[in-house]
T-cell receptor
């Protein structure tokens, strides 16, 4: 079955860039997503990328996709303390009704 | 715009008691609906999903059940709670048109079974 892997923790200083990585196994993935979860809250959709794209930029967020290696990354420029949260990547495979498969989440801690 | 409401926000229940969590969606028709559980603040486990009224698919065998009595209402239930049912429960919806159908989540219910 599909599997999505992420590193568990990332710690950065305020103002630095953060890069959160994700690998997946489903070669038929069509869309890949990044979600943010703040403490005690639900998941907030941050951005997504279609599988035929290599990069997508949205303000401070840059998503890079290496489809050959099945590797997805989220870069946050000028990281702020408010960016501290758990970040989940998710992939949607194939066509028709497909459930999203989520990674285990990466906890980002931004220190002042 | 579409909104999703989930309640209650927190719940403390004794072992063996029943459970009913409710989720409603506004601003869209015939959404796909989902219940996820998140244990210890990490990892999302899909419990149930529904593509229409009365249509429920279960992902894992467990002590819980789900129902969809109306198009935009999704209910998670249990007749007798176990300690292992404690966790953070998230309801979500997605559209049915096209291939790009991200999930949109509610704010979650923190369930503690004592």
């Amino acid at each position: 079955g599909e599997d999505v892997e992420q590193s568990l923790f990332l710690s950065v200083r305020e103002g630095d860039s953060s890069v959160i990585n994700c690998t997946y196994t489903d070669s038929s993935s069509t869309y890949l997503y990044w979600y943010k979860q703040e403490p005690g809250a639900g998941l907030q959709l941050l951005t997504y990328i279609f599988s035929n794209m290599d990069m997508k930029q949205d303000q401070r967020l840059t998503v890079l996709l290496n489809k050959k290696d099945k590797h997805l990354s989220l870069r946050i420029a000028d990281t702020q303390t408010g960016d501290s949260a758990i970040y989940f990547c998710a992939e949607k495979g194939g066509t028709g009704f497909q459930k999203l498969v989520f990674g285990t989440g990466t906890r980002l801690l931004v220190s002042p | 715009s579409q909104t999703i409401h989930q309640w209650p926000a927190t719940l403390v229940q004794p072992v063996g008691s029943p459970l009913s969590l409710e989720c409603t969606v506004e601003g869209t028709s015939n959404p796909n609906l989902y219940w996820y559980r998140q244990a210890a603040g990490r990892g999302l486990q899909l419990l149930f999903y529904s593509v229409g009224i009365g249509q429920i698919s279960s992902e894992v065998p467990q002590n819980l059940s789900a129902s969809r009595p109306q198009d935009r209402q999704f209910i998670l239930s249990s007749k007798k709670l176990l300690l292992s049912d404690s966790g953070f429960y998230l309801c979500a919806w997605s559209g049915t048109g096209g291939n790009n159908s991200p999930l949109h989540f509610g704010n979650g219910t923190r369930l503690t079974v004592t």
